[in-house]
């Protein structure tokens, strides 16, 4: 099942959520589930585009960064942020950025994963999404590539700032739901049908109430 995540071919139940309520739903999850000597922090931006995901797969996401965020912090203790935000994504966005192909230029919501802890030196940069790689020392390595894949099948992409004792920053870029509406206003999943014009990527569409 993994593998299929990396190779971005698995299958997804694909509806219209909100990031900010996703991330209020599984807060207390979050906070049992990482060390008693992190702090986890939320930073959600009002009037936030809703996306088209699959609700399950992007809680995997977020435990997955959240966990390896954890795990890179001292026993002296630390801060994870989890940030959302709306940016315009263009060719300028910068080339440490990881897809599996060019996307789309055009409004995409993001999602950031920030800790302070021990970082990554850019030889574990360049192998983190290997689907065999993994490191103790960073707590980076496992589950990465099957991120990595479900951002890919979502038609997003990833961006990572780290620096060897300063910390690390994952954002995971979605494109905005063309339903564009603020997510103040806007439940969990929502019975919206939606198309899926790419079959071949295994994504298929099912609609909750």
Known sequence: MQMLAYAGKGKFVIEIISLNLLLQEIL???????SKKAKLKLNLASNLPPVNVDATQMRQIIMNLVINASEAISNEGGIITITTGCTNYDESYGDDIWMDEKIAAGQYVYMEVADNGCGMDNDTLTKIFDPFFTTKFTGRGLGMASVLGIVRSHKGAIKINSETGKGSTFRILLPASENNYHSKDWPLSCAVPLVDDEA?????TKVRS
Not at 28 to 34: G, P
């Open 28 to 34: 207390h999850m979050l906070q049992v589930s990482i």
């Open 200 to 204: 071949a990527i295994g994504v298929g």
